[in-house]
């Protein structure tokens, strides 16, 4: 949706300095927030700025936020999408000032405080201020959307992406954990965790497969339902996978109950098998469907912008992250908005390695924890930076919170292998008849395969670095570097980045 910034500085004033700092900032997220442009010094101490990507109350949704009700009161900058903001005004209506689904999040603040900003469901991050004094910050507790912090000696910096912070801040950048909110007074605080307690685990161990089914089908339609939620068209991405193509087959629905007609996006090398699958499944729901083509060329143009957008350059990511910055490019020609896939293979266990090095149930559970926990810098990063490059906000419904708590809550065999060796058969049976058989059940592909990109990557990455330059970067104790292609990938990063430290920034770093 947005681009947010943020500063916080206890011991002194705000000054010109960081004032103009800080528009510097805003304006390096412009591509984040076409629409819009907010700024605020709040009292002496805090500076909030916001760039706008207009989605949900169209006209009045202009940031930050609230400031009005006194010196007490929060002023408030927020990048995401809130969905229960409607059920939310129903319980608080003293603390709305607007339709903004962001004004979900400063009616909690007002009303309750930091603590309870679980109670928001969907995916954002913010900062807030008041004039006396008082500020915090805080992320979703998947991280859906990103934020970044770094402490200096000029104050406390907050941005949704590191290209944001001045070369003389990134030394100091770090990921802001989800699930945890911080203030000067109380440092950072815990308010929920990515997967939540599995409190129905007892009594869905008990129940029959067609029950567990059914329950699994409505939790995640009722999800991709809630994030149609906009004042405009959103579209869905379709990858020619069983994820998207069931996300697809629900917001279809939806639409066309509307009396809407749903678009999708495909990418693909022509004649690759993602892109067949696409097209196919777009034509038995009915959908206005758009096609992009990959070729080499455009490979080898756009790779470094790509690096530099995603900001990391492990591998996998990139190789994910090119078929997607041309579908993203694509679809923002047509909507401000899609849905994705993302989540349901973390959720459902559908990697093999998954079934190939977790025999044990409960071990097979903590190593879908780990990556669920560890998607905010992985995929979901990858989708975010890929997709706000071009304007344009995914969402991602599979990893809804009462999605991710159903699905952790459900018996370990459910997520077990079919006989054949077919994974996410418990997901595939839930949406029978959605999909035509031959695609319900079609086996998956790494979306590089699929796409047909990693043949045109394997060609390109091969030319991007040398072994001159991998004896340098081990002469400066940069991190590990898996391949030759990766090498070229840090190469890149390290261009556009040159004072982050990546064991502070990358997960895979960082959690290592």
Known sequence: MCGIVGIFHDAKDINLQ???????????????????????????????????????????????????????????????????????????????????????????????????????????????????GRFV???????????????????????SELRAFAPDVQPAAEIFPPGFWWTPEDGLQRFAYAVPTREEEAKRSEASPAALEKATFDVVSDSVRRHLMADVDVGVFLSGGLDSGLVA??????????GRHLKTFAVGTEGSPDLLAARETAAFLGTEHHEALLAESEVREILGVVVGSIESFDASLVRSAVPN?????????????VLTGEGADELFAGYGYYHEEFDDPDDLDGELRRTIES???????????ITMAHGLEARV????????????????????????????????RAFDGWLPDHLLWRRKEQFGAGSGAQDLLDTVGSDIADDDFMAEVNREGAPQIRSKEELGYYRIFRAVLPGVRPDAVLTRFATA
């Open 249 to 258: 087959a629900v917001a279809a629905e939806e639409y066309a109950r509307q």
């Open 18 to 132: 960081l004032a103009t700092e800080a528009e510097g900032a805003l304006d390096r997220l412009a591509h984040r927030g076409p629409d819009d442009k907010g700024v605020r010094q709040v009292g002496r101490k805090a500076w909030l700025g916001h760039r706008r990507l207009s989605i949900v109350d169209l006209e009045m949704g202009h940031q930050p936020l609230g400031g009005t009700r006194g010196s007490g009161d929060w002023s408030l900058v927020c990048n995401g999408e809130i969905y229960n903001h409607k059920e939310l005004r129903g319980e608080m209506p003293e603390a709305f000032d607007s339709l903004s689904d962001s004004a979900a999040a400063l009616a909690v603040l007002r009303t309750f405080g930091p603590g309870e900003l679980g109670r928001l469901r969907g995916m954002w991050a913010l900062c807030a201020a008041t004039e006396d």
């Open 137 to 159: 910050a805080a992320r979703d507790a998947v991280g859906i959307k990103p934020l970044y912090w770094a402490r200096t000696e000029m104050g406390v910096h907050f941005a």
């Open 397 to 428: 419904p599979f990893l809804d919170r009462e999605v991710i708590e159903h699905s952790m809550s459900l018996p370990t065999w459910v997520k077990a292998l079919e006989a054949d060796g077919m994974e996410k058969g418990h997901l595939r």
């Open 375 to 385: 998607l905010h810098g992985l995929n979901l990063q990858r989708c975010d930076r």
């Open 325 to 337: 910055w041309f579908l993203s490019q694509l679809a923002s020609q047509h909507v401000k908005a």
